[in-house]
């Protein structure tokens, strides 16, 4: 079969993609951006859209031809395309995709994703269902509960991170909240099984592992596979983790948000029996695929840089805000001084003092912006590049002064590179 994939570079879709190709299928994948993947999987046809913003009939218009199966796996769990993506897109896509002859689509929606979960997550989700129900066409639902692999993203990187701190790991109330873990692998295989097969048209299944395990028993779990030692817990108030919620949706980048801690509150778990008898097969369960995967040093860094990530954001975020304050309030003489050694006239001191500051706090906005550290990790380096070479050329005895008021930028240079290595969490 021909079968579209879209969101096929992410967590779930890049597992869809390897499980399909190696069925022998041929697929086009739909992403943001096309980058490397052409290379990593020379196999598959890939297609450049935004779908957030492919919510009009023309945008699909030819590129469904021959397509016998549509599996959409795009999702996002904070963002203000939330509606587009869960329901604006995949209401044209039916559409276009009925006009097209595609015979049968495939959603990837959420096991907590429920009329009771107070969130935009679980509102746009149930409406794209609704969409594909109504699809005059095949359609099959799959409501999967937490999915793991042997990497991870969003609330499995999370767990990860958790499991890796020093000491204790902090767990959100009692830490009772339950998961029925399904592998990627499983849950592709699932794809590739349902894909274009008339058994599960009409069908809304919950893809779930063979047990079900508190968010404590997880964490326990994992720790245990990094090779971290016992676990111990200290129990977070929920208050608090709300507040951090909220922090983290104002931030856009932090490990929490209201939403991820909303859904888990919510309930993850299902009945993994009923799906293996459904399906046809028994996916593993989490001993087994951690088993059949021992963690390497490479899970190790991830784990302990999950937490720094944010945290070395917000730190060179206080650094350029500091920067462009003390510049305001009290950079007068030392600015005076560096147009006097660079023999500039007097004049320029203010303009310079001034424009340098608000520099700092373009800077500053770049940063928190910039959700891949990719256009602030290279305007970072260039500036603190400048600010080096040109005050070392005016001031060259401050290389010299004990406390290293031009040493401090190369650590600081380093810290923006691992910021621009690490921040992009895709």
């Not at 359609?139 to 990187?157: A, K």
């Amino acid at each position: 079969m021909r079968i579209m994939v879209l969101g096929a570079s992410g967590f779930i879709g890049r597992q869809i993609l390897v499980e399909l190709l190696a069925g022998g299928h041929e697929v086009v994948g739909v992403v943001r951006s096309i980058g490397a993947l052409g290379a990593a999987f020379p196999q598959a046809r890939f297609l450049e859209m935004d779908l957030a913003k492919a919510t009009r009939a023309e945008d699909w218009h030819g590129r469904l031809a021959h397509i016998d199966c549509i599996v959409n796996a795009a999702g996002i769990l904070r963002g203000r395309d939330m509606d587009a993506i869960h329901a604006d897109m995949p209401r044209v896509v039916g559409t276009a995709a009925h006009a097209a002859g595609v015979r049968h689509m495939v959603l990837i929606s959420a096991i907590s994703a429920r009329e009771d979960v107070p969130t935009d997550y679980a509102r746009t989700k149930l409406e794209g269902e609704r969409i594909v129900r109504a699809a005059p066409m095949g359609w099959t639902i799959l409501r999967p509960s937490l999915v793991y692999g042997d990497g991870s993203y969003g609330g499995t990187s999370l767990m990860r991170g958790m499991a890796g701190l020093p000491v204790l790991i902090p767990l959100p109330g009692d830490g009772r909240f339950a998961f029925s873990p399904i592998h990627t692998r499983d849950l592709a295989r699932t794809v590739a099984t349902v894909c274009g097969n008339p058994a599960y048209f009409g069908q809304t299944l919950e893809p779930a592992g063979p047990e079900t395990l508190s968010l404590k028993e997880l964490l326990r779990r994992y720790r245990g596979w990094l090779g971290f030692g016992k676990a111990r817990f200290l129990s977070i108030p929920m208050p608090l983790m709300r507040l951090m919620g909220h922090v983290g949706d104002i931030t856009g980048s932090g490990p929490i948000a209201t939403n991820s801690l909303v859904q888990m509150v919510a309930g993850n778990a299902g009945d993994g029996t009923a799906f293996a008898r459904a399906i046809g097969f028994a996916p593993r369960s989490l001993d087994a695929a951690l088993l059949a995967r021992p963690a390497q040093v490479q899970d190790r860094w991830h784990a302990r840089l999950f937490f720094l990530a944010p945290a070395i954001k917000a730190i060179l975020l206080l650094l350029w805000l500091a920067s462009a304050w003390l510049g305001f309030a009290h950079g007068v003489e030392k600015t005076a001084e560096l147009v006097r050694a660079l023999g500039l006239p007097e004049g320029w001191a203010g303009p310079l003092r001034i424009g340098s500051s608000v520099m700092d706090l373009v800077i500053a906005a770049l940063l928190l912006w910039d959700r891949r550290a990719r256009w602030s990790t290279a305007v970072q380096c260039l500036v603190v590049l400048g600010y080096s070479l040109v005050i070392g050329f005016a001031l060259p005895q401050l290389w010299l002064d004990p406390l290293g008021p031009l040493l401090k930028n190369l650590p600081i240079l380093l810290l923006i590179c691992v910021h621009g290595a690490i921040g992009d969490r895709r």
